[in-house]
């Protein structure tokens, strides 16, 4: 007993992935992010604003 899929099946995944795209993608484009480079003036915003910060740490070796 194996999963069978039939070509109705793939259409409604493709047609949902188009949906899904097409609502989410002009807010998601229109999505800014405010780049801090001063951890404490980030944390500080973050608390006057009562949001989250997210940090990136990269190194080259």
Same mark, same amino acid.
């Given at each position: 007993m194996g999963i069978t899929t039939t070509r109705t099946s793939w259409r409604k995944w493709i047609f949902t992935g188009v949906l899904v795209f097409l609502v989410l &993608?002009? &807010?998601c484009a229109r999505a800014q992010v405010a780049w801090v480079s001063d951890f404490d003036e980030a944390l500080n915003q973050a608390a006057v604003k009562e949001?989250?910060?997210v940090l990136d740490i990269s190194a080259s070796w």
């Open positions: &993608g002009p &807010g949001q989250f910060i």
